[in-house]
C-alpha cells in the first residue's frame, strides 16, 4: 500500500523557506538580543511616578519605553517564527515561551505609563505638546486614552493585569502544543486503497483531493483526531473564555464582546448587523450546496464534498506562477507596491512556503516594526495556494506601508481592518485572473476557489462568531460549559447554515470550533466576515474610479493607527457602521453562485 509522509523541517530548501537570519544572523544574537533587554527593564523604575513632572520627563520616559517594546516585540518574534515551523523542536518551543514571557514581563514594566498620562488631563497634555515637539506624535494616542479613561485601572492593578498575561498565556499554548505537536489523526485513504498522512500543514490540500475516499476520510479522521481530545482541549477553550471574561470585569467593560470592540472604537453595532444580514443570506448558501450536489452527480452532499474540485485536472501554479499573477493584479496599486511585493516574494524571503512535519496550522502574516513582514503557509501549486498567498500578501504589504509612514506609537493597526486589507488582495487578483485566463476549466477552478474563500469567511467565521458570542455569554452567566454542550451547540449553529441540504454527521461536525485556534483571541473571527465586506467595497472602488481611489487606499494602509479603524476605512470610502458593505458582499456572493451555475450546468 502507497503511503506519503511528509519531509522534516531539515529537509527543506532554503527558498523555500523565510529569512529569520534578518532579524537575528544566529542564534547568538538572539541571547545576547534577550539578555541586553533584561538589563534595559529595570531602568523604567526611574520614570516611575515622575512622568507628570515635566514635558521633557514623558518625553523621556514614552522614548525608553518605546525602546524596550521594540526590543521585546523582536525578541519575542524571532522565537514565535522559529518555533512555528517545526513545533516538534522542543528547544525552540523553549524559547518562544521564554519570548513570551520576557514580552509579558515587558508589558508589566511599563504599565505604569498610561495611568499616569491619564491623570494630566488633556487640557495639560495639549499644551505640553505645544512646548515640547516630539510629544505631537503622540496626539492621537493621547486622544484614545482620555476616550479609554474609565476602563483603565491605577497603575498597580495595570501591572498586575499585564503580569498576568504570562500565566494565561499558556492557554493559547497549550491549545498549540496540543494540536500541532501531539495530536494524532490516522491517515487518509483512497479508493484504490492507498493512503496520505494527516499533518496540520497537509490538511486543506487533503480536503480538496480529486479522490473522494481520501477527501472523506482526511476529514472524518482530522476531526476524529480532535474528537479523541474532546475534553482536554474544551477545558483549553473554556480557559480561554473565562480569561476573555476576567479580563472584560477588570476592566469593567460589561461583556468580553464590548471588551474587544471599544479598544478599537468599533461600536457593538456593527457585530449585530454582521449576525443579522448573515441570518438573512443562508438561503443563499443554501442554494450553493444544492448546485454543489447536481454538478458533482452526488445523491447527498457530505461536509467532505464543499471543496471537492469541479473540474477533473486541477490547474497546476507554481509558486513563481502565483507571484507573477498577484504583481499583474496588484498593477491598479501602482509601480512601488508591485515593487515591494515582488522583492518580498524573492530574495527577501518574506515567505515560509515549504509543506513540512510539525509546522503549525493555517497560514499567517507577522513581524514588528523594526522587522520585514513574514508569511508561514504551505504552498502545493494550486489556485487555493495562490489565493491564500494573496491574502498573506495583503496584511504583509498592510505592515509594510504602515510601518515606513508611521511612527511607532501609531504602527499598531486592528485586526478589524487588518482583515480588509488581506481580502482586498484576494478579489483584486481574483478579478484579474477572470479577466484573463479563459480556459473554462481555469474558470471554474476560480469559481471553486472564490467560493472556498467565502465559505470560509462569510459562512464558517460569522457561524463560530455566532458560537463564540454564546458561549462567552454562557460564561458571563455562570452556566456549565463542556465538551458536549459546545459540540452540541457548534452542531446546531452549523445546522441551520446547511439547511437540510449537507449530510449531517453531528459529532464531527459539532467538533469545528477545536479546529480553529482563531477563538483564542477575543473576538477575532467575526472580521474576517466584516473584512470580506469592506474589501469588496474598496476593490470596486479602485476598479471604478481607478487611480483617485488606488490613492485613497494606498493611504488607508499608511494610517496605521493614527485614526480609528472606521474612519480610515470611511477616508478610503467604506462605511461599516450600517449593514450595506455586507449586504452588497453578499449580493456579490449570490453573482458567484449565478455564474457557477451557468457554467456548470
Not at 485536472?313 to 509558486?319: I, R
Request: glycine share 6%; hydrophobic share 40%; with cysteine.
Amino acid at each position: 500500500m502507497a503511503h506519503n509522509t511528509l519531509p522534516a523541517r531539515s529537509e527543506i530548501k532554503k527558498e523555500e523557506t523565510w529569512n529569520l537570519e534578518s532579524i537575528y544572523p544566529e542564534l547568538e544574537s538572539w541571547q545576547q538580543a534577550r539578555q541586553e533587554l533584561e538589563k534595559t527593564l529595570p531602568e523604567l523604575e526611574s520614570f516611575q511616578g515622575r512622568l507628570a513632572e515635566s514635558p521633557g520627563q514623558l518625553i523621556g520616559g514614552l522614548k525608553l519605553r518605546e525602546k524596550v517594546i521594540r526590543q521585546a516585540r523582536q525578541v519575542g518574534m524571532y522565537a514565535m517564527l522559529d518555533s512555528a515551523v517545526d513545533m516538534t523542536h522542543q528547544e525552540k518551543l523553549a524559547r518562544s515561551g521564554q519570548g513570551q514571557s520576557l514580552m509579558s514581563r515587558t508589558a508589566a514594566a511599563v504599565s505604569f505609563f498610561e495611568p499616569e498620562i491619564m491623570s494630566l488631563g488633556m487640557e495639560t497634555l495639549e499644551g505640553w505638546m505645544e512646548k515640547e515637539p516630539d510629544l505631537a506624535e503622540y496626539g492621537h494616542y493621547f486622544e484614545d486614552l482620555e476616550r479609554q479613561k474609565q476602563h483603565v485601572r491605577s497603575a498597580e492593578v495595570e501591572e498586575v493585569l499585564a503580569l498576568s498575561s504570562d500565566p494565561l498565556s499558556a492557554v493559547p499554548a497549550a491549545y498549540g502544543a496540543l494540536t500541532n505537536a501531539d495530536l494524532e489523526f490516522k491517515p487518509a485513504v483512497a479508493e484504490d486503497g492507498s493512503d496520505k498522512e494527516i499533518g496540520q500543514s497537509s490538511i486543506d490540500a487533503l480536503k480538496t483531493d480529486p479522490d473522494r475516499g481520501i477527501r472523506r476520510t482526511a476529514w472524518e479522521h482530522y476531526a476524529d483526531g480532535y474528537l479523541a481530545h474532546k475534553n482536554s482541549i474544551a477545558a483549553i477553550q473554556v480557559g480561554a473564555f473565562k480569561r476573555d471574561v476576567f479580563r472584560a470585569k477588570a476592566h469593567r467593560f460589561d461583556s468580553s464582546l464590548q471588551a474587544s470592540l471599544f479598544p478599537v472604537n468599533v461600536p457593538l453595532q456593527v457585530f449585530h448587523n454582521l449576525m443579522e444580514v448573515f441570518r438573512e443570506n443562508l438561503p443563499t448558501w443554501h442554494r450553493y450546496w444544492r448546485i454543489r450536489r447536481k454538478i458533482l452527480g452526488y445523491e447527498e452532499l457530505r461536509v467532505s464534498d464543499i471543496k471537492a474540485p469541479l473540474t477533473e485536472k486541477k490547474p497546476e501554479v507554481p509558486y513563481q506562477q502565483a507571484v507573477d499573477w498577484i504583481c499583474e493584479g496588484m498593477e491598479p496599486l501602482g509601480e512601488d507596491y508591485v515593487r515591494v511585493l515582488r522583492r518580498g516574494c524573492g530574495e527577501a524571503r518574506w515567505v515560509d512556503r515549504s509543506l513540512n512535519k510539525g509546522k503549525r496550522q493555517g497560514a499567517f502574516s507577522a513581524g514588528s516594526y523594526d522587522t520585514q513582514p513574514f508569511i508561514m503557509m504551505s504552498y502545493r501549486d494550486d489556485v487555493f495556494s495562490l489565493s491564500t498567498l494573496a491574502h498573506e500578501l495583503g496584511h504583509s504589504m498592510h505592515s509594510y506601508y504602515t510601518r515606513k509612514n508611521q511612527p511607532f506609537i501609531n504602527s499598531d493597526y486592528s485586526l478589524f481592518v487588518a482583515e480588509v486589507a488581506s481580502n482586498f488582495n484576494q478579489a483584486m487578483v481574483r478579478d484579474y485572473l477572470f479577466r484573463t485566463q479563459q480556459d473554462s476549466g481555469f474558470q471554474l477552478a476560480l469559481i471553486e476557489e472564490t467560493m472556498a474563500n467565502f465559505h470560509r469567511y462569510f459562512f464558517i467565521m460569522p457561524t463560530l462568531a455566532r458560537f463564540e458570542l454564546e458561549m462567552h455569554q454562557r460564561v458571563e452567566r455562570g452556566e456549565p460549559v463542556n465538551a458536549a454542550r459546545m459540540i452540541e451547540l457548534c452542531a446546531e449553529l452549523f445546522q441551520e447554515g446547511y439547511g437540510g441540504e449537507v449530510a449531517f454527521d453531528r459529532d464531527r461536525i459539532g467538533i469545528t470550533w477545536a479546529q480553529f485556534g482563531h477563538l483564542y483571541a477575543n473576538f477575532y473571527v467575526y472580521q474576517y466576515a466584516t473584512g470580506i465586506s469592506g474589501a469588496q467595497a474598496l476593490v470596486d472602488r479602485v476598479l471604478k474610479n481607478g487611480a483617485p481611489a488606488a490613492e485613497q487606499y494606498l493611504d488607508f494602509l499608511k494610517a496605521g493607527s493614527s485614526v480609528y479603524p472606521l474612519d480610515a476605512l470611511k477616508t478610503a470610502g467604506v462605511d461599516l457602521t450600517h449593514p450595506e458593505p455586507i449586504e452588497k458582499a453578499f449580493a456579490s456572493l449570490a453573482k458567484v453562485v449565478d455564474r457557477l451555475e451557468e457554467l456548470a450546468l
